[in-house]
């Protein structure tokens, strides 16, 4: 198979993954500070391997980037808390949602890292996420469970949109799975010293599902982007993306039993469109750019 169609397969895959973890913030009876911690742990061994089998080190270039690697891990942390918060209360679909306004986000807030402004297709797009966001929020009080997972939600996408864009410039020049091996270990050590005594005393199957979490749904789909990246263009990565909400809608369906109103699935349909429309609309601009 060539190494085109490999890559797309791998990359598809990932993707797939990536969007079966919001499963588990439903079948895993932690806290999302314990499911985080645990997924970190098991996500930074799994990582520190693949890089210590790429015989790539963990050692960073220069000085200062062990305070970005702290400060991304940092960033990381509190987002995948909100993100896992944020489906155990509005459940898996909203939750997911909700998280992935981060590229119309990250559009708004690339003009404060990066020499870029705002066109008006940019704001048209921000009203279709905030119209997408209105038809699933059932009233304006953080007493309503739904309401506050799609809070939580949207604040798990602007720290992920904040991490990206800190990524991109500031640390970009390694690879991924390094990259996410020091984050995840970040993560666990400044989680550890909020965990409780629920994650301490978690039986075997417990253990088990963080095991998947943090490697199959989380290590190797990482591992796999940035082997992919090597044989496709960012623009077929972000497309593909795209996708993932569609995907842990369809699990939270099938495998949970959920089932999202029309007001869910169209709002959720407004979203996805609009981050489609930026991911192709910011590579555009990228093209014309580097032509």
């Given at each position: 198979m060539e190494p085109v169609k490999k890559s797309l397969i791998s990359l598809h895959i990932a993707v797939i993954l990536?969007?079966?973890?919001?499963?588990?913030?439903?079948?895993?009876?932690?806290?999302?500070?314990?499911?985080?911690?645990?997924?970190?742990?098991?996500a930074c061994v799994a990582l520190c391997c693949v890089v210590f089998i790429g015989k790539e080190g963990l050692a960073l270039e220069r000085r200062r980037d062990y305070s970005i690697a702290i400060g991304l891990g940092l960033l990381m942390a509190v987002h995948w808390i909100t993100y896992f918060a944020s489906m155990q209360h509005a459940g898996v679909s909203v939750g997911m949602i909700a998280m992935f306004t981060f590229p119309v986000i990250t559009v708004l807030l690339e003009p404060f890292f990066e020499r870029t402004r705002l066109v008006w297709q940019d704001v048209l797009s921000t009203?279709?996420?905030?119209?997408?966001?209105v038809l699933i929020v059932p009233e304006i009080s953080l007493k309503n469970d739904i309401t506050l997972g799609v809070?939580?939600?949207?604040?798990?996408?602007?720290?992920?949109?904040?991490?990206?864009?800190?990524?991109?410039?500031?640390?970009?020049?390694?690879?991924?799975?390094?990259?996410?091996?020091?984050?995840?270990?970040?993560?666990?050590l400044c989680i550890l010293p909020f965990s409780g005594a629920s994650l301490l005393h978690a039986d075997m199957n417990v253990w088990l599902l963080l095991l998947a979490l943090g490697t199959f749904f989380t290590a190797l789909?990482?591992?796999?982007?940035?082997?992919?990246?090597?044989?496709?263009?960012?623009?077929?990565?972000?497309?593909?993306?795209?996708?993932?909400?569609?995907?842990?809608?369809?699990?939270?369906?099938?495998?949970?039993?959920?089932?999202?109103?029309?007001?869910?699935?169209?709002?959720?349909?407004?979203v996805t469109s609009a981050s489609i429309y930026e991911t192709v609309n910011t590579h555009k601009s990228v093209a014309s750019k580097k032509s």
């Open positions: 990536l969007g079966g973890t919001g499963l588990f913030s439903n079948i895993i009876p932690l806290s999302a500070t314990d499911i985080t911690l645990g997924r970190s742990l098991f009203l279709v996420v905030v119209l997408g966001i809070g939580l939600g949207i604040a798990s996408a602007v720290l992920y949109a904040i991490r990206n864009l800190s990524h991109r410039k500031y640390f970009s020049h390694y690879s991924g799975a390094k990259a996410m091996a020091w984050q995840t270990l970040v993560i666990a789909p990482h591992a796999m982007v940035a082997s992919s990246l090597a044989h496709l263009r960012a623009k077929t990565f972000s497309l593909i993306a795209c996708m993932q909400p569609f995907y842990g809608v369809a699990f939270a369906i099938v495998l949970l039993n959920e089932s999202p109103g029309w007001n869910t699935l169209i709002g959720g349909l407004l």
